[in-house]
């Protein structure tokens, strides 16, 4: 059971919008900014975004994150194939004071 | 471009060691700055934080692992390592290394390693 809530899964068709949620508590994202993480087959791990809605040089724009409260999003828009892979929501938890992640979603491009 | 690379057994004994390496190019330990962290994705499940180490050998574990974990570092070879104690089947998980700089900025490809007999 993770401390960070997502979606197991997310599907859409090519050129679509997606959006993965992630929801804590206020010990969490409540308090700490969110980072988001691409995991595709075969490849390092790619930070997506950090505290909140930065995106690292080399992140298409078509990939935004926002924050509210004790709940988090990654949208994805004009879906391509070569975004199918797993997502996965961070922070830092005061409760249990490291950091957390979410439980991943497994993105499929239709 | 800082790049990461694990190494060590893919395959350990219950109850031994698991032993790990991270090797680091494209920038270096010593320069401070930046904590050097494990993390590990078991089968089919989610990522789970293992612990960090800064250039100086200062360490911050997950609780959970605590007791059987160390962690530390080498600048002179720009390499960090981990070492979990007493494995059982539940330590099967692909080990990643990466770089915190508050957010995980660069990742190794990740091996996996298998505890059994």
């Known amino acids: 059971q993770s401390v960070l809530t997502q979606p197991p899964s997310a599907s859409g068709t090519p050129g679509q919008r997606v959006t993965i949620s992630c929801s804590g508590s206020r010990y969490n994202i409540g308090r700490n900014t969110v980072n988001w993480y691409q995991l595709l087959p075969g490849t390092a791990p790619k930070l997506l975004f950090f505290r909140d809605n930065q995106r690292p040089s080399g992140v298409p724009d078509r990939f935004s994150g926002s924050k509210s409260g004790t709940s988090a999003s990654l949208a994805i828009s004009g879906l391509q194939s070569e975004d199918e892979g797993d997502y996965y929501c961070a922070t830092w938890d005061d409760s249990l004071n490291r950091p957390v992640f979410g439980g991943g979603t497994k993105l499929t491009v239709l | 471009q800082v790049q990461l690379q694990e190494s060590g057994p893919g395959l350990v004994k219950p109850s031994q060691t698991l032993s790990l390496t991270c090797t680091v190019s494209g920038g270096s330990i010593s320069s401070g700055g930046h904590f050097w962290s494990w993390i590990r994705q078991h089968p089919g499940k989610g990522l789970e934080w293992i612990g960090y180490?800064?250039?100086?050998?200062?360490?911050y574990y997950n609780p959970s692992l605590k007791s059987r974990l160390t962690i530390s570092v080498d600048t002179s070879k720009n390499q960090f390592s981990l070492k979990l104690s007493s494995v059982t089947a539940a330590d099967t998980a692909v080990y990643y290394c990466?770089?915190?700089?508050?957010?995980?900025?660069?990742w190794g490809q990740g091996t996996l390693v298998t505890v059994s007999s």
């Open positions: 180490i800064n250039h100086s050998g200062s360490t």
């Open positions: 990466a770089r915190d700089t508050g957010a995980l900025d660069y």
